[in-house]
């Protein structure tokens, strides 16, 4: 990544060569400013009103980029360099997670949407992970069925944008998907990952949207399919299993079917009530939906038929 981000300095820097630029040492540190990066060698060397060599100049990508400020610098920059779009350029814009689009750069996330009905554990493993830097994604909406759900107030925290869609007396699934689709087809999402989402998903919106919804369920499927809530554990419980978990899996056309992606086990012991089970089972849940998110982001995963295989 380092090389890609010296060729782009490099091709700043040979605009800003030129006697009418107005880019110098002070104006990095006056743009940094203005981007809210501090930086103490920036700081000095615009003290000293040095001249802004190459070397200075790359230190000024490599400080934005850490900031995760890049693509704004560049957006600076180009203000007084011009930007003329070639090959070379797309490809190092891509190795760095960036693009350039409507005349702006932009970071390149993988967006997320995530549905909801209730109290939002694992929307908030989700939240944990991206800002843990474990996942390099972004949540550009969460959409709940029920405007008490706590997973709402849980986003709204996190200035994540948030739509109550409640579904209408006698609505038709696929007329509620198609007015759910109002809101997501414009953010474009790579994922929309159903977090306790207590609605089954219409034909026509699973179709739209193949190989890109998953699922949690707190069972290894296909046992116990189609039950929720504490009815899965109690049924595993009763059922006398002596191992349960969870199962993200890719949403088809049936319920609680698609290809499985991941899936963690707990021991179901002796004295386990539908509590102490629910909870050692959703530690893995929140566990196995961050981990899926994370190998379909990185695109490390391929499928054959029912079989999702991992690939390096
Ligand atoms: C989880 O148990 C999940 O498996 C199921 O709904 C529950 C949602 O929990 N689909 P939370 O709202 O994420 O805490």
Request: overall charge positive; some cysteine; glycine content about 4%.
């Amino acid at each position: 990544m380092r090389e890609e981000l010296k060729n782009l300095a490099d091709i700043f820097y040979m605009k800003i060569l030129s006697p009418s630029s107005p880019i110098n040492i002070k104006w990095v540190h006056a743009t940094f400013s203005d981007l809210g990066i501090r930086d103490e060698n920036i700081e000095k060397i615009a003290e000293l009103n040095a001249p802004l060599s190459r070397e200075v100049w790359y230190y000024s990508f490599i400080k934005a980029q850490e900031e995760e400020k890049l693509d704004v610098y560049l957006n600076k920059i180009v203000e007084h360099t011009g930007f003329e779009e070639n090959e070379r350029l797309g490809k190092y814009l891509d190795a760095l997670g960036l693009i350039y689009k409507d005349g702006e750069f932009k970071r390149k996330f993988f967006k997320l949407i995530v549905l909801v009905s209730g109290r939002g554990t694992n929307l908030q493993a989700i939240i944990d992970a991206i800002e843990e830097k474990k996942l390099n994604a972004r949540i550009v909406a969460v959409v709940s069925n029920r405007k008490k759900a706590y997973a709402l107030e849980r986003a709204r925290k996190k200035n994540i944008p948030t739509y109550y869609l409640p579904a209408r007396k006698n609505e038709r699934r696929e007329d509620y998907d198609r007015r759910l689709d109002e809101i997501i087809a414009p953010l474009e999402p790579d994922l929309i990952v159903l977090a306790g989402f207590m609605r089954i998903l219409s034909p026509w919106f699973v179709k739209k949207y193949r190989l890109k919804i998953i699922n949690i369920h707190p069972a290894l499927l296909p046992s116990f399919a189609g039950l929720y809530g504490e009815n899965v554990h109690r049924a595993v419980i009763e059922y006398g299993c002596k191992v349960s978990g969870c199962t993200v899996h890719f949403v088809d056309e049936e319920v609680d079917h698609g290809p499985i992606i991941i899936q963690k086990c707990v021991k179901v012991k002796d004295e386990d009530t539908v509590e102490t089970l629910a909870a050692r089972v959703l530690e893995k849940e929140h566990e196995s939906l961050v981990e899926a998110i994370k190998l379909l982001s990185e695109g490390k995963i391929k499928i054959e038929g029912r079989r999702v295989i991992r690939v390096s």
